[in-house]
């Protein structure tokens, strides 16, 4: 299955390494990595210890291929999704953080199939031309509305075949609000005190954290899917085990002086709560103090 990655980043630099083992593969990259790429290749690093060889650019314009995966943070889909309609592609994939990526790229690829995805590969490009999978996890697909199409069952075995870990599921939107909540009980905090994920597991992170993570379940029953406390806490506390070592993206993000991802993951629980006249007390605080951080180092009005 010949596929593009647009946005090459951490994680799609990984996903697009495992496919090249198997399918042709471009990568839409910033310059200096693909240049990297282009010269010597992609190695990929610690759990896979492999050099593969796909296609770079960082024209992301009329490309075509059987797939699209879109990786880009979620502050730059729209920008991503104008870039792939000037091309053509038979599905596209967004493995993204944060909520209403697939909206957004629906609504501007009219007629192509837009599939929802979460990955839990822990990824960290290195340097340029250089990615390392610090965690081996799961991709879990499907359409974005729920339900299993032709193309998700098709994306589902190309993946496969590439030795991705991936599970074709049909209750996508209950996979997305489960991973926000995750997000929102992981990333903010880690990013603001400078820990690893494992920091949320015990200790005076712990509360907080699980209280915003139910509060995003509560909104995701509000919103009609079926996410319990039971079920967001648990999945909470198995992300934070099983990547305990690692820097979340929004951790990385401040670290390196980037815009996170605040807006599409804790923002977006505040907005849905405010719609529906709920309280999200942990997830309003947690927003405006990154989004006050983001202010002080000029990255947001
Ligand atoms: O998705 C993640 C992220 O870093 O954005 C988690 C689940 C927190 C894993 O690091």
């Known amino acids: 299955m010949e596929t593009v990655v647009f946005g090459a980043g951490s994680l799609g630099s990984l996903v697009g390494g495992l496919l090249a083992r198997e399918h042709d593969v471009w990568l839409v990259a910033r310059e200096d990595h693909a240049r990297a790429v282009r010269e010597s290749g992609l ?3 610690g759990e896979f210890d492999d050099r593969v060889f796909p296609a770079a650019t960082s024209d992301g314009r009329e490309l075509e291929a059987d797939l699209a995966v879109v990786t880009v943070k979620a502050f730059d ?7 792939l ?5 038979d599905a596209v994939l967004s493995l993204q953080n944060g909520m209403g ?28 031309g250089v990615v390392e999978c610090t965690g081996r996890g799961e991709i879990v697909l499907g359409d974005r509305t729920g339900g299993v199409s032709q193309p998700a069952k098709e994306v589902g075995e190309a993946f496969t075949q590439a030795g ?17 909540a995750v997000n929102a009980g992981i990333n903010p905090i880690t990013a603001l005190t400078a820990t690893e994920n494992g920091a949320v597991l015990g200790g005076p992170a712990n509360d907080l954290a699980r209280e915003a993570t139910a509060e995003a379940a509560r909104v995701a029953r509000e919103c009609g899917v079926a996410v319990s406390d039971r079920e967001a806490l648990e999945a909470v506390e198995t992300v934070a085990d099983a990547t305990a070592p690692n820097t979340s993206s929004m951790a990385q993000d401040l670290q390196a002086d980037r815009r996170t991802e605040i807006d599409a993951i804790n923002g977006y629980v505040v907005d849905r709560a405010a719609e529906r006249g709920i309280e999200v007390p942990t997830n309003r605080v947690l927003t405006a103090l990154v989004r006050t951080w983001e202010h002080g180092r000029g990255i947001r009005e």
Do not use: C, H, Q
């Open 164 to 180: 991705i870990e991936t599970a074709v599921v049909d209750d996508m939107p209950r996979w997305l609000w489960e991973k926000l």
């Open 85 to 89: 309609a000037t091309g053509s592609f």
């Open 43 to 45: 190695r990929l690093r």
């Open 101 to 128: 990526n697939e909206e957004t790229l629906a609504g501007r690829l009219e007629g192509t199939p837009v599939l929802a995805g979460t990955a839990t590969y822990g990824a960290v490009r290195r340097e340029p």
């Open 77 to 83: 889909t729209g920008a991503a999704a104008d870039a």
